[in-house]
């Protein structure tokens, strides 16, 4: 944990260890060798292959899926929240090391070395990006390479997110080819192909061991001039892994050429098969190697992904209730401080959730803690806001009766103003767990588990199934839960009656 760190946030990270596939490590051994995988089917695949051969050696492992884009993955591996993952040369020069000097293919991993980082194995196969049409429409037009595009300016370009701010992505491909498009669509990778199928797009990029390529009959332009690198596929680890896991990763060593690549992306992509079923049978086939390949079962991954999701969002909640209250009673006894803390909750509120989560990864890695700490963050403001405003709302003739009685401040907020308030703060923790159930699938973006992970599979996988099993539980939830607070509330309004009646008295 850096220095710092505010200690609510300490408090999080000291609560839990409930990082998404972990472990938990008996006194004595050795914690579990960490694969990580991005957050696109070929990279889980090798995560799955990489993960099974180690424990076929009998090497505690855990693979943490879908775990981010290139920047989170690598900067986890620096920090040792990850121990290895597959990664691309093209990437790691052009976008990972870019500003390193002297970078190239023949140093490669001697400036890697410098970060700690070293390469295991490379398996094999070259994965480069390509752009892609409609054969129809590229043969109407007469379009065989990217340098034909220059004659069709109003074509529609649909391009995956990264790639538009990539180094060796958009901008430099325009530049190279000076190229006319302009205001090009960002969306997410496997989407661009339902996108170009209706006629939405009319290009999109590609990774060139896509199964869809040859699926949706897509033309895949030529890169005439030679822009893109090669895109080798290898295995990045750090220096420190255990020699026994590195040993068993460098048997992956040209294991994989890129036809088997497109038809292992075929079975998860196309015949919907479990990446660890792909895997399995890949091992079996290519090492002789036996691993488990049967998926996890819809109840069991409805348990966990419940129980994550709990954590989640009770863990936040409920400091965030310690905090929260205590800070919307200090605004209303000091109505000057008061404007300063709805101010500054207030502003905490519009941050997008999304970058408030990678916000949190430089403080506290990846997983559930940045995403707790994000949570509770959220949660602030309408308990904090209600708390403030329920304490105002209090009748003048009730709080004059209570200082007529004599009461100090302490108990007459304590006897009388917090329960007057009761039902407003009340509300506002309702808000904000409400906010946080929908909010919370968003950690399954940086390895926090929860609901989020169905639903970030199944838009991979284009399956409304596994979308639905992570959306319906969150709906079902956050319906529970407000109906739970509205029985509360009218429970403490038939409570409070008599509380009023007294001090009137």
């Given at each position: 944990?850096k220095p710092?760190v505010?200690w609510?946030?300490r408090a999080?990270?000291?609560?839990?260890?409930?990082?998404?596939?972990?472990?938990?490590?008996?006194?004595?051994?050795?914690?579990?060798?960490?694969?990580s995988?991005?957050?696109?089917?070929?990279?889980?695949?090798?995560?799955?292959?990489?993960?099974?051969?180690?424990?076929?050696?009998g090497?505690?492992?855990?693979?943490?899926?879908?775990?981010?884009g290139?920047?989170?993955l690598?900067?986890a591996?620096?920090?040792?929240?990850?121990?290895?993952?597959?990664e691309?040369?093209?990437?790691?020069?052009?976008?990972?090391?870019?500003?390193e000097?002297?970078?190239?293919?023949?140093?490669?991993?001697?400036?890697?070395?410098r970060?700690?980082v070293?390469i295991?194995?490379?398996?094999?196969?070259?994965n480069?990006?390509?752009?892609g049409?409609?054969?129809?429409?590229?043969e109407?037009?007469?379009?065989e390479g990217?340098?034909?595009l220059?004659?069709?300016?109003?074509?529609?370009?649909?391009?995956?997110?990264?790639?538009l701010?990539?180094?060796?992505?958009?901008?430099?491909?325009?530049?190279?080819?000076r190229?006319?498009?302009?205001a090009?669509?960002?969306?997410?990778h496997?989407?661009?192909y339902?996108?170009?199928?209706s006629?939405?797009v009319?290009i999109?990029?590609?990774?060139?061991?896509d199964a869809?390529?040859?699926?949706?009959g897509?033309?895949?332009?030529?890169?005439?001039l030679?822009?893109?690198p090669?895109?080798?596929?290898v295995?990045?680890?750090?220096l420190?892994?255990?020699?026994?896991?590195?040993?068993?990763?460098?048997r992956?060593?040209?294991?994989?050429?890129?036809?088997?690549?497109?038809?292992l992306?075929?079975?998860?992509?196309?015949?919907?098969?479990?990446?660890?079923?792909?895997a399995?049978?890949?091992?079996?086939?290519?090492?002789?190697?036996?691993v488990?390949?049967?998926?996890?079962s819809?109840w069991?991954r409805?348990?966990?992904?419940?129980l994550?999701?709990?954590?989640?969002v009770?863990?936040?909640?409920?400091?965030a209730i310690?905090?929260?209250?205590p800070?919307?009673?200090?605004?209303?006894?000091?109505?000057?401080?008061?404007?300063f803390?709805?101010?500054a909750?207030?502003i905490i509120?519009?941050?997008?959730?999304?970058?408030?989560l990678?916000?949190?990864i430089?403080?506290?890695?990846?997983?559930?803690?940045?995403?707790i700490a994000?949570?509770?963050?959220?949660s602030?403001?309408?308990?904090?806001?209600?708390?403030?405003?329920?304490?105002?709302?209090?009748?003048?003739?009730?709080?004059?009766?209570?200082?007529?009685?004599g009461?100090p401040?302490?108990?007459?907020?304590?006897?009388?103003?917090?329960?007057?308030?009761?039902?407003?703060?009340l509300?506002?923790?309702?808000?904000?767990a409400?906010?946080?159930?929908?909010t919370?699938?968003?950690?399954?973006?940086?390895?926090a588990?929860?609901y989020?992970e169905?639903?970030?599979?199944?838009?991979?996988l284009d399956?409304?199934?596994?979308i639905l099993?992570?959306?319906?539980?969150?709906?079902?939830?956050?319906?529970?839960?407000?109906?739970?607070?509205?029985?509360?509330?009218?429970?403490?309004?038939h409570?409070?009656?008599?509380?009023?009646?007294?001090?009137?008295?």
């Amino acid at each position: 944990m850096k220095p710092g760190v505010p200690w609510c946030v300490r408090a999080l990270a000291a609560t839990l260890s409930l990082n998404c596939g972990s472990s938990i490590v008996a006194a004595g051994e050795e914690p579990p060798v960490v694969i990580s995988s991005k957050v696109f089917t070929e990279s889980v695949i090798l995560g799955e292959i990489m993960t099974g051969l180690l424990e076929a050696q009998g090497i505690p492992v855990t693979h943490r899926r879908e775990l981010g884009g290139t920047r989170i993955l690598w900067n986890a591996l620096e920090q040792g929240e990850i121990d290895a993952y597959a990664e691309y040369t093209g990437t790691i020069l052009r976008e990972v090391l870019a500003s390193e000097p002297g970078a190239d293919e023949s140093s490669l991993e001697t400036v890697l070395a410098r970060h700690g980082v070293g390469i295991a194995a490379g398996f094999g196969f070259n994965n480069t990006y390509v752009l892609g049409m409609r054969a129809a429409t590229a043969e109407a037009l007469d379009i065989e390479g990217i340098s034909d595009l220059r004659e069709h300016p109003k074509l529609r370009l649909g391009l995956s997110n990264e790639f538009l701010s990539r180094v060796d992505g958009w901008p430099g491909l325009r530049a190279a080819y000076r190229l006319p498009q302009d205001a090009p669509r960002g969306m997410q990778h496997d989407l661009a192909y339902r996108a170009l199928e209706s006629e939405a797009v009319d290009i999109i990029d590609l990774y060139s061991t896509d199964a869809e390529i040859e699926y949706y009959g897509l033309r895949r332009l030529e890169d005439d001039l030679g822009y893109f690198p090669r895109y080798d596929a290898v295995i990045l680890y750090r220096l420190d892994l255990r020699s026994d896991a590195v040993a068993a990763l460098q048997r992956l060593d040209g294991v994989l050429d890129e036809d088997t690549m497109v038809r292992l992306n075929a079975e998860a992509r196309i015949e919907r098969r479990p990446e660890r079923a792909v895997a399995a049978g890949f091992l079996r086939e290519r090492l002789a190697t036996e691993v488990h390949g049967g998926a996890e079962s819809r109840w069991r991954r409805f348990v966990d992904r419940s129980l994550e999701h709990l954590a989640l969002v009770g863990l936040s909640l409920g400091v965030a209730i310690l905090l929260a209250i205590p800070l919307g009673i200090l605004a209303y006894l000091r109505p000057r401080l008061g404007e300063f803390v709805l101010g500054a909750t207030g502003i905490i509120q519009t941050i997008p959730a999304l970058a408030l989560l990678v916000f949190m990864i430089p403080w506290l890695g990846i997983g559930a803690e940045p995403a707790i700490a994000a949570l509770f963050l959220y949660s602030l403001l309408p308990i904090v806001r209600n708390t403030h405003v329920g304490l105002r709302n209090v009748p003048p003739d009730v709080r004059e009766s209570a200082i007529a009685l004599g009461l100090p401040t302490a108990a007459r907020l304590r006897l009388v103003e917090l329960p007057m308030a009761g039902l407003s703060i009340l509300a506002g923790i309702k808000t904000a767990a409400v906010i946080n159930i929908g909010t919370a699938t968003l950690g399954a973006l940086i390895g926090a588990g929860g609901y989020g992970e169905p639903i970030l599979t199944g838009i991979r996988l284009d399956d409304i199934g596994l979308i639905l099993e992570g959306a319906i539980p969150a709906a079902v939830l956050a319906l529970l839960v407000q109906g739970a607070f509205e029985l509360a509330e009218r429970r403490w309004a038939h409570w409070g009656d008599p509380v009023v009646h007294h001090v009137n008295a």
